[in-house]
């Protein structure tokens, strides 16, 4: 499914001979200033949106478990799981796919579910797939935790009165024919979409679409996906991989007006040659560590440009850039399915959380919504489940730490960084952002990804008035420290008291592999 990056890189090549990251570079320690006095856009809270698909156990058994689980549960849903996950505040959760969303139908999964059909779940595995969660499931999952909806609709095998009638099945008002079987499904609200995907990876695992003829899909698609009621429903298109940038342009050409958004998938591979080798989870060697550090500060170049084509539709940046896949994608777990996309995430995947939300936050104008692939179970996920048990993971601990950059303004940033070598990889070691909260309050992201240095940083702050700065980090002592069952709390925040706060500046000394959020007083 994935086959669609090849050509893209082998007609792109050039952007792969990217170096250092535009960044000023420093010997010794590092400076950030923050331009307090300079607000900057919004950081949507939607951009700590998360992605559950079905695909393994990132549904079944990580998110459900049924109402007759022994596992303790709220109507079928693991308790555990939506505590963790209600403590981060997830703003938004992608579903039900992926790849999945292509193949699936809605109707397969709503009513009793005793009689819903058991369908192969092609996509991932090749494993039975019994339909038992489906919309009503998924729309009080998201109820549950307070976030939005995020549904995908079925543009590869499916058909625009297919999606048209879902829509109208979950957003009417009472009194259509569709309505009145939500109520018989034991909803007779209406739920709220507040945002529909025309499709996933069109030019992939959604149909091998050609641009153009992606963009006709997506437009007649979008013309027949009506919501009832009065709130605007957003329709973000199956948007470009990596530094795919003709899709870009074709699809903000002929399908810009039509639309509400555009994705971006990205993916962070150690080895980034053969999807069939992509380097293990733990245990890799530094040279793994670099490469994934470089490859996934290329995200921020690849933002850049596709902005840049946004922006000659869009001048005034009405259209979400919508990065509604991304993290790393390790070789699967030594005796798991590989179907299943099942990886241990380590101190390695908190620091790429770190790099990648800095760098959302720098493109706040245009990244208004993203969601890290996965939730639970998949990929880089929050959460890890086995049976009754359940382990929250470093990325998880990354996501608390950031909370207050939801919705908060950001504020611009001059970084002067050291640089961190390992073979032919040179990267900034340091990468920060700033912003200030929905309650007036500045705070100072921090990441630090050299393996070995410990680095000074001199934090100037103009516009802000400072007199305490405290702060939570997440460290560890290997490169790929992590939390197992039997030892959930290796890798968690703790009290950072390295920051010390003088003359209206702070100085700090980052450990080395840290994220580090400072909050000033
Ligand atoms: O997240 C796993 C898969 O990666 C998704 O199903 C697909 O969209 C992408 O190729």
């Known amino acids: 499914m994935r086959g669609k990056y090849l050509r893209t890189l082998m007609t792109m090549g050039c952007a792969l001979a990217m170096t250092v990251p535009a960044v000023a570079q420093t010997t010794g320690g590092a400076t950030v200033t923050v331009q307090a006095d300079r607000p900057g856009p919004v950081m949507n809270r939607q951009v700590f949106g998360q992605f559950a698909e079905h695909l393994g156990h990132g549904i079944y058994g990580g998110i459900w478990v049924g109402e007759g689980s022994p596992i303790p549960n709220d109507h079928g849903y693991r308790r555990d799981v939506l505590d963790a996950l209600k403590a981060i505040k997830v703003p938004v959760v992608r579903w039900p796919g992926g790849c999945f969303a292509d193949e699936y139908h809605w109707r397969d999964g709503i009513g009793p579910r005793a009689k819903r059909p058991v369908k192969i779940n092609t996509n991932w595995g090749g494993v039975d797939e019994d339909n038992s969660f489906g919309t009503n499931e998924f729309m009080g999952f998201a109820e549950r935790l307070g976030a939005e909806a995020y549904i995908?609709?079925?543009?590869?095998?499916?058909?625009?009165?297919?999606?048209?009638?879902?829509?109208?099945?979950?957003?009417?008002?009472?009194?259509?024919?569709?309505?009145?079987?939500?109520?018989?499904?034991g909803h007779p609200a209406p739920f709220q979409v507040r945002y529909l995907g025309i499709g996933n990876e069109l030019w992939g695992c959604g149909g091998n679409m050609r641009a153009e003829y992606a963009a006709d899909l997506t437009n007649r698609f979008a013309q027949f996906a009506k919501a009832g009621g009065k709130d605007k429903m957003l329709k973000i298109a199956s948007g470009p991989s990596d530094e795919d940038y003709p899709w870009t342009e074709t699809l903000m050409k002929l399908s810009g007006k039509y639309i509400d958004g555009l994705s971006l998938h990205y993916y962070t591979r150690p080895r980034d040659k053969d999807w069939n080798d992509k380097g293990a989870a733990l245990g890799f060697p530094e040279s793994e560590w670099a490469t994934t550090m470089r490859n996934t500060l290329r995200i921020d170049e690849y933002i850049t440009r596709h902005s840049a084509i946004m922006d000659k539709y869009d001048p005034e940046k009405k259209k979400w850039l919508v990065v509604d896949e991304w993290g790393t994608w390790y070789d699967p777990a030594p005796g798991s399915n590989p179907g299943f996309l099942v990886q241990q995430n380590s101190l390695r995947d908190a620091v790429v959380a770190g790099l990648n939300l800095n760098i959302f936050a720098h493109h706040a104008d245009r990244v208004k919504m993203a969601a890290i692939a996965q939730m639970v179970?998949?990929?880089?996920?929050?959460?890890?489940?086995?049976?009754?048990?359940?382990?929250?993971?470093?990325?998880?601990?990354?996501?608390?730490?950031?909370k207050p950059w939801q919705d908060a303004t950001t504020l611009p940033i001059d970084l002067q960084s050291p640089l961190y070598r390992n073979g032919d990889v040179t990267v900034p070691a340091i990468s920060a952002s700033a912003v200030r909260d929905t309650a007036g309050q500045v705070h100072v992201a921090l990441v630090n990804l050299d393996p070995h240095r410990a680095i000074p940083v001199s934090i100037g702050l103009a516009g802000v008035r400072a007199g305490t700065v405290s702060g939570r980090i997440v460290t560890g002592t290997a490169m790929d420290a992590h939390n197992s069952f039997e030892a959930p709390d290796v890798v968690r925040p703790v009290a950072f008291t390295g920051a010390r706060i003088a003359g209206g500046a702070v100085t700090a000394t980052l450990p080395a592999m840290s994220v580090v959020v400072l909050d000033l007083r």
């Open 152 to 185: 995908s609709a079925n543009v590869g095998s499916g058909t625009p009165a297919e999606t048209s009638e879902w829509v109208e099945y979950m957003t009417s008002p009472n009194g259509s024919t569709l309505a009145g079987e939500r109520a018989a499904n």
């Open 377 to 402: 179970n998949v990929l880089q996920a929050m959460l890890l489940t086995d049976g009754a048990k359940m382990v929250k993971t470093p990325t998880y601990w990354v996501f608390d730490l950031y």
